[in-house]
């Protein structure tokens, strides 16, 4: 196999790492709410300055990793915040939620301009991120390299909290059936609450990874997020299987797209791919299996 | 709030009075407001149609910007080539260094072409994408997402063919449209007459049809779609037919738009200008056809007078309009004016 299809593997493998952690917490709010936050890409905007704000506290080899926990926690906070002021009103008008989540995100983009600049400011990357791996004679970027094990690590955390852990329970159960979960006593309210703020978190992570890779600018977010949005149309209701699967999909189309066509028509591909994927398989990837008439 | 339904006695005369006004405003406007008036309009004969597929089918589109931008570009393309002396190039082609004209410009010299394809070109789009999608019985926050993919696709893909679509920049510089000179007297008044009687033309017709069956079907549809289904409907073709005829009356309206602008780019297309056409209609309201078109002339007069003064603020107050608007008044200014705000 000649050195571009390795190098756009590998490209497309990152690109999904990507798509995945931002796509995550839409699809997990999606399973349980059936509403998508479309403030969700200024989630990963914050992460990408909280990023450049802590390296700029604590410069030097290791500010990075102590970055990824500050942009959790930022962006994990800031969702919160959107969930119960905004989002939490609006639960049985998912059209609307769409609309009004918008507008926070036009609000967040034009603070953020407001505060930084429009240019965009950008991150340092350590030493130990800025190298190259070669092998099998393609170039692997170190920072890639990076981005693709913290995907894994975050996808592995995720699905031990979901099926090992109490509250993983609760979620599971919730996103089985609300009603019958509420009944049972469980405050799915809070579920709710817990996942937005956990998505919103892991997307501000995604936003450090982001701020590796290029400048961090007040609509960084955006282009990433379209592709986020049409992994969960192709994922699946609230499937993280199907996240996941549909994520490495798209992120491998995108990249190896890109042999063959420029940019904008590969973006142009990929939506044709998706709409040709729902002709098949409507109910996504993974479908849960459900007796609920309208799921 | 004040209950505006108690200016009933006013009611059955104040369609006809602000017909009357709007006919009239040549005569009163200079012909820099008129143009803009004209402009506005021309985005209502797009609000109409969301009306239609948000308000009554439950059919959310953020990608209305790309059937917009379809019949702007078609009337762009033949008034480009209508100016061109014979076997010469538009300019930015030969800038980008082209030879010859793309196959799909030459028949947009046509007058006739040109016409038909600022009709059919958006609504075959339409019916054929939203066919696409509801057909396997996707839909609500899943179609709003797929349109909201379509339309950043649509607008990079115009950038990047910068050497046939004039890139970023878009398409300008007009002179005459069909045959008749653009800045010539008269010509002003005509084109806003034309756009008001399109205007007026799809608003009685959309009132017919929001009043037929296919009206009741499509709002069943939205209210109920599985329930339409087991009283023995497909509501699939209604869905395609209101989805078609809304991408029909963007393209219209974007045609329209044209004319008045003097130009057509992405940057009057893309995410963010789809977006803000729901706000229009959020904002005058999303169930009533007066109401899209009082909610695109206010909110677009307000970003003419907001804008252009403060162009940070605009971003600011459009993002806080749209969260009061649709978290509080989900029925808009036509709510209010019924007496029922939510």
Same mark, same amino acid.
């Given at each position: 196999m000649d050195a571009l299809f390795l190098n756009q593997l590998f490209n497309g493998a990152s690109l999904a790492s990507l798509y995945l952690l931002a796509a995550l917490g839409l699809a997990l709010s999606f399973g349980l709410m059936r509403v998508i936050n479309m403030a969700h890409g200024e989630m990963l905007m914050l992460g990408g300055y909280l990023a450049w704000m802590t390296l700029l506290v604590v410069p030097g080899a290791l500010g990075i990793l102590l970055a990824i926990p500050v942009a959790f926690l930022g962006a994990a906070a800031m969702g919160g915040f959107i969930q119960s002021t905004l989002i939490r009103h609006l639960s049985a008008r998912p059209l609307d939620t769409l609309l009004a989540t918008w507008g926070v995100s036009l609000i967040l983009q034009q603070g953020a301009r407001d505060l930084f600049g429009a240019i965009g400011v950008e991150v340092r990357a350590p030493e130990w991120l800025t190298g190259n791996f070669v092998a099998f004679g393609v170039t692997l970027p170190s920072a890639r390299l990076f981005i693709i094990a913290i995907a894994a690590l975050v996808l592995g955390g995720l699905a031990l909290l979901l099926l090992k852990t109490r509250i993983g329970l609760l979620v599971r159960a919730v996103n089985q059936d609300r009603m019958m979960a509420s009944a049972s006593g469980i405050d799915v309210k809070r579920v709710d609450f817990t996942i937005f703020c956990l998505g919103s978190g892991v997307a501000g992570l995604a936003g450090v990874m982001l701020a590796l890779l290029g400048p961090v600018t007040p609509n960084v977010g955006q282009s990433y997020i379209i592709p986020a949005f049409l992994v969960v149309v192709m994922g699946g209701l609230g499937s993280i299987v199907g996240t996941t699967a549909s994520a490495i999909i798209l992120g491998l189309f995108a990249a190896l797209a890109q042999i063959f066509v420029d940019v904008s028509v590969a973006q142009m591909l990929l939506l044709v791919f998706v709409i040709l994927f729902i002709q098949v398989r409507p109910q996504g990837v993974v479908a849960v299996k459900t007796r609920q008439l309208d799921a | 709030m004040p209950d505006l339904s108690r200016l009933s006695p006013l009611k059955p005369v104040l369609p006809w009075l602000l017909l009357a006004l709007g006919i009239a405003a040549p005569f009163a406007l200079s012909s820099y407001d008129l143009n803009l008036l004209a402009r506005f309009m021309a985005m209502g004969i797009l609000a109409l149609g969301l009306v239609l597929i948000w308000g009554h089918g439950g059919i959310l589109s953020l990608g209305q910007g790309v059937f917009f931008g379809l019949g702007g570009y078609a009337i762009a393309l033949h008034m480009k080539l209508a100016d061109l002396p014979a076997g010469e190039l538009p300019d930015f082609m030969v800038w980008s260094g082209r030879e010859s004209l793309p196959f #799909? #410009?030459?028949?947009?010299?046509?007058p006739a072409f040109t016409l038909a394809a600022i009709i059919l070109v958006p609504t075959l789009a339409g019916a054929l994408f939203a066919w696409a999608v509801f057909h396997r019985r996707v839909g609500g926050t899943y179609f709003a997402l797929i349109t909201q993919a379509l339309s950043l696709a649509f607008a990079t893909l115009i950038i990047s063919r910068q050497d046939v679509t004039g890139g970023f920049n878009g398409l300008t510089d007009f002179y005459s449209i069909f045959g008749v000179g653009l800045t010539s007297p008269g010509t002003g008044s005509m084109l806003y007459w034309i756009t008001l009687a399109i205007l007026c033309g799809a608003f009685v017709a959309l009132r017919w049809l929001l009043a037929s069956r296919f009206g009741i079907l499509l709002r069943a549809a939205r209210d109920g779609e599985n329930r339409v289904r087991f009283l023995g409907y497909n509501p699939t073709p209604f869905k395609v037919a209101a989805f078609a005829i809304a991408a029909m009356l963007a393209g219209i309206g974007g045609a329209l738009f044209t004319l008045h602008a003097g130009v057509v780019s992405p940057a009057l297309i893309g995410v963010v200008p789809s977006i803000e056409m729901v706000v229009w209609v959020a904002i005058g309201g999303r169930y009533s056809l007066a109401g899209a078109i009082v909610g695109a002339l206010l909110v677009n007069l307000a970003r003419d007078a907001v804008s252009s003064a403060f162009p940070e603020l605009w971003l600011y107050l459009m993002g806080a309009l749209f969260i009061f608007v649709v978290t509080l008044l989900p029925r808009g200014l036509a709510g209010i004016a019924k007496g029922k705000a939510a």
């Amino acid at each position: 196999m000649d050195a571009l299809f390795l190098n756009q593997l590998f490209n497309g493998a990152s690109l999904a790492s990507l798509y995945l952690l931002a796509a995550l917490g839409l699809a997990l709010s999606f399973g349980l709410m059936r509403v998508i936050n479309m403030a969700h890409g200024e989630m990963l905007m914050l992460g990408g300055y909280l990023a450049w704000m802590t390296l700029l506290v604590v410069p030097g080899a290791l500010g990075i990793l102590l970055a990824i926990p500050v942009a959790f926690l930022g962006a994990a906070a800031m969702g919160g915040f959107i969930q119960s002021t905004l989002i939490r009103h609006l639960s049985a008008r998912p059209l609307d939620t769409l609309l009004a989540t918008w507008g926070v995100s036009l609000i967040l983009q034009q603070g953020a301009r407001d505060l930084f600049g429009a240019i965009g400011v950008e991150v340092r990357a350590p030493e130990w991120l800025t190298g190259n791996f070669v092998a099998f004679g393609v170039t692997l970027p170190s920072a890639r390299l990076f981005i693709i094990a913290i995907a894994a690590l975050v996808l592995g955390g995720l699905a031990l909290l979901l099926l090992k852990t109490r509250i993983g329970l609760l979620v599971r159960a919730v996103n089985q059936d609300r009603m019958m979960a509420s009944a049972s006593g469980i405050d799915v309210k809070r579920v709710d609450f817990t996942i937005f703020c956990l998505g919103s978190g892991v997307a501000g992570l995604a936003g450090v990874m982001l701020a590796l890779l290029g400048p961090v600018t007040p609509n960084v977010g955006q282009s990433y997020i379209i592709p986020a949005f049409l992994v969960v149309v192709m994922g699946g209701l609230g499937s993280i299987v199907g996240t996941t699967a549909s994520a490495i999909i798209l992120g491998l189309f995108a990249a190896l797209a890109q042999i063959f066509v420029d940019v904008s028509v590969a973006q142009m591909l990929l939506l044709v791919f998706v709409i040709l994927f729902i002709q098949v398989r409507p109910q996504g990837v993974v479908a849960v299996k459900t007796r609920q008439l309208d799921a | 709030m004040p209950d505006l339904s108690r200016l009933s006695p006013l009611k059955p005369v104040l369609p006809w009075l602000l017909l009357a006004l709007g006919i009239a405003a040549p005569f009163a406007l200079s012909s820099y407001d008129l143009n803009l008036l004209a402009r506005f309009m021309a985005m209502g004969i797009l609000a109409l149609g969301l009306v239609l597929i948000w308000g009554h089918g439950g059919i959310l589109s953020l990608g209305q910007g790309v059937f917009f931008g379809l019949g702007g570009y078609a009337i762009a393309l033949h008034m480009k080539l209508a100016d061109l002396p014979a076997g010469e190039l538009p300019d930015f082609m030969v800038w980008s260094g082209r030879e010859s004209l793309p196959f #799909w #410009w030459t028949p947009f010299a046509s007058p006739a072409f040109t016409l038909a394809a600022i009709i059919l070109v958006p609504t075959l789009a339409g019916a054929l994408f939203a066919w696409a999608v509801f057909h396997r019985r996707v839909g609500g926050t899943y179609f709003a997402l797929i349109t909201q993919a379509l339309s950043l696709a649509f607008a990079t893909l115009i950038i990047s063919r910068q050497d046939v679509t004039g890139g970023f920049n878009g398409l300008t510089d007009f002179y005459s449209i069909f045959g008749v000179g653009l800045t010539s007297p008269g010509t002003g008044s005509m084109l806003y007459w034309i756009t008001l009687a399109i205007l007026c033309g799809a608003f009685v017709a959309l009132r017919w049809l929001l009043a037929s069956r296919f009206g009741i079907l499509l709002r069943a549809a939205r209210d109920g779609e599985n329930r339409v289904r087991f009283l023995g409907y497909n509501p699939t073709p209604f869905k395609v037919a209101a989805f078609a005829i809304a991408a029909m009356l963007a393209g219209i309206g974007g045609a329209l738009f044209t004319l008045h602008a003097g130009v057509v780019s992405p940057a009057l297309i893309g995410v963010v200008p789809s977006i803000e056409m729901v706000v229009w209609v959020a904002i005058g309201g999303r169930y009533s056809l007066a109401g899209a078109i009082v909610g695109a002339l206010l909110v677009n007069l307000a970003r003419d007078a907001v804008s252009s003064a403060f162009p940070e603020l605009w971003l600011y107050l459009m993002g806080a309009l749209f969260i009061f608007v649709v978290t509080l008044l989900p029925r808009g200014l036509a709510g209010i004016a019924k007496g029922k705000a939510a």
